[in-house]
């Protein structure tokens, strides 16, 4: 399906990545979002506030982020493609919520701008340090899809591509920004409506005796019906059987939270982008996203100058993690390099699926700014000589 | 045979109607009669259908209803509607 032109502002403009995402909320169809606005992510919600009236939807600023994030899922029951904005602290709060999304298998996206933390920590700068708690936050065994942009284009593109996952395999999607891509100010190209791709919800075409709100047919992914069309039942973050109908038995749980995983855990080939570059003769392979990956390319490129053999692998989803990408890499180089705004995130998931056939170096920084290149070349540096 | 049996505590209930749109077994009807402030309670219409599952429990607002489950040798009495 293509996307409503009236939520596309198509052309040549200068945004910021917040605003970029705005757009691309806009443009995947997004009518209703509900916030509690938190510093660096304001801006997304306050041009979305301005934007959506003239579209045919609505803004509501809830009074805190834990009736944001489940106002925005009451959204979405009702049949609106729905998102929330915030950064850390918030982020926090609207964990509870994230696991009931997860469970209740409502397509949404959380938009985290990250800032420094931990608690309040730095409002105005940059880290990469929620790149654990998208994916463990909230308690239970789940799944979800995170995807990191790194400029204000991709702020556009993959917020198109967020809501388009969220509908296709109905789990939250979290869409991690950094401070520093918020606010930057880039040229961002918004095509005419008829080139982007938008994905529709599953709605079912089942009679109202027919239908099962958790039922599947073999792709994992139940079909929603909406609130007020007749198909009444229960949606509940207990564990449910097909009917919805709460069932707290072991085998229920079993066949309802191996789906809730393998549904993604499955399908991680379709859902993996990364970005991939000089790799085929790599020995050290610098593994960035977000805004350190436009850092660790000036490393990239002053390495190569220098003779070292360095190539580049980006992520753009962190989650599901491209563990196969990793594998199949570690059999053939020395090293990865790891720069994040954090002390050790992402670089564990890399050590993990390098699995020792690759020595691992992670490039820290407690965050507040970002990396001086030198200090990731240094690594690289260090990684070629061992 | 009725599974189970419905209570409904009046007094609590605004009339919003829930109970009665979402019971699966269609038990339930907004009743003519008054509660103190003035609202419908529902009523049971017809107890031997009701399966005691309890959606109507997890529905109301206002817990101003319980579905439960009967013992077979009470659903009988159930069915007559005696307490």
Known sequence: ?386 | MAKGRVSIVVERCKACGFCVEFCPTHVLALSSAFNSKGYHPPHVVHPEKCSGCDLCGMYCPDFAIYGTKVKEEKAAQAVGGRK
């Open chain 1, 1 to 386: 399906m293509k996307a409503d032109p009236r939520g596309v502002l198509t052309g040549t403009h200068f945004l910021d990545g917040d605003h970029a995402c705005c757009e691309g909320a806009l443009a995947a169809g997004a009518r209703f979002a509900a916030g509690y606005p938190i510093t660096p992510s304001t801006e997304v919600v306050e041009r979305f506030a301005a934007r959506v009236p003239t579209v045919g939807g609505c803004f509501i600023q809830m009074e805190d982020e834990l009736a944001a994030s489940i106002a925005l899922q009451g959204g979405v029951w009702g049949g609106a493609k729905a998102f929330t904005v915030t950064s850390g602290p918030g982020f926090s709060l609207m964990m509870e919520h994230i696991g009931y999304a997860a469970m209740t298998e409502t397509p949404c996206v959380f938009v985290d701008v990250q800032r420094g933390g931990p608690s309040t920590g730095l409002p105005t700068l940059p880290a990469q340090a929620d790149m654990m708690q998208a994916r463990w936050g909230s308690h239970g065994d789940y799944e979800v899809i995170a995807l990191c942009p790194n400029s204000p284009q991709e702020c556009f593109d993959l917020t198109i591509k967020a809501f388009n996952f969220a509908e296709e395999y109905r789990v939250p999607v979290m869409f991690m920004m950094d401070e520093v891509v918020g606010h930057m100010t880039e040229k961002v190209v918004i095509p005419p409506a008829n080139e982007i791709e938008v994905v529709p919800r599953k709605h079912t075409k089942k009679s109202v005796e027919d239908y099962l709100p958790y039922g599947t047919n073999g792709d994992m992914v139940p079909e929603m019906a909406h609130a007020g069309e007749g198909y009444n039942f229960h949606v509940t973050g207990l564990t449910h059987d097909e009917k919805g109908y709460p069932n707290m038995t072991p085998s229920v749980q079993d066949k309802l939270v191996r789906r809730l995983q393998n549904k993604i855990r499955l399908a991680e080939d379709r859902i993996c982008l990364f970005e991939e570059d000089r790799l085929d003769d790599a020995e050290v392979v610098v593994v960035s996203y977000g805004i350190t990956s436009r850092v660790a390319q000036r490393a990239i490129d002053a390495a190569r100058n220098r003779g070292l053999k360095v190539g580049k692998l980006r992520l753009i989803t962190a989650w599901p993690f491209p563990e196969k990408k990793i594998k199949e890499l570690a059999a053939n180089v020395k090293a990865f390099v790891v720069p994040e705004l954090n002390l050790g995130q992402m670089v564990r998931e890399v050590a993990r699926a390098a699995d020792g056939k690759a020595k691992t170096y992670a490039v820290s920084h407690a965050g507040g700014g970002v990396h001086n290149p030198d200090e990731i070349l240094n690594a690289i540096v260090e990684a070629s000589r061992c």
